[in-house]
């Protein structure tokens, strides 16, 4: 087999190139067509697996918050902003009802995403909590009796003041 050329001609025309295909031997093609280089492909050695842990998260969540504050998602930052808790490998977001939920599943593909891009952890879950509403013991003050007595009991100086400048509050 002859060595090739280190360097060769572009042909401008049809009948250059017609003319370099016929001063080609047969020997050269098949020379030619037998250098093939052969690929060998190796995998990368596995990526170290980081958990997520609660100071993880707790870096990233406002880098998260910002991304959807910054594209105007104004529901999913509510479910953000509350207390958010990571135990063993699993993010447990509390939502308050089911539109909540909703939004919360919904958001959950992306917030998946942004943690992994965030935090560098690669396997965890989210999971979602329903949060019991707190009922208000003392009720709502809803008549002028009840607002006065309410800051009757808060501000203790009041009662003095009406008495003092002998006010009298009709109702």
């Known amino acids: 087999m002859s060595p090739l050329k280190p360097t ?23 020379g030619v067509a037998e250098i093939v280089e052969k690929l060998s492909y190796t995998s990368a050695p596995p990526a170290q697996e980081i958990p997520l842990t609660q100071e993880l998260l707790d870096q990233a969540i406002f880098s998260i918050q910002e991304v959807y504050r910054n594209a105007n998602k104004n529901l999913e ?26 939004i ?25 909590v329903q949060q019991e509403e707190v009922a208000d013991e003392k009720g709502k003050l809803y ?17 003095e003041l009406q008495q003092k400048f002998d006010l009298d509050i009709d109702f």
């Open 77 to 102: 930052l509510t479910l953000l902003d509350q207390e958010i808790r990571v135990q063993n490998g699993e993010i447990t977001l509390q939502v308050s009802g089911s539109i909540q939920e909703d």
């Open 8 to 30: 060769f001609s572009i042909p401008s025309s049809l009948a250059q190139t017609k003319k370099l295909g016929e001063t080609n031997t047969p020997e050269e093609v098949l």
């Open 104 to 128: 919360a599943q919904k958001m959950k593909p992306e917030l998946i995403g942004l943690v992994r891009k965030f935090t560098g952890a690669s396997s965890f879950t989210i999971s979602l």
């Open 143 to 159: 008549t002028s009796t009840d607002k006065l007595k309410f800051l009757h009991e808060k501000y203790p100086a009041l009662m």
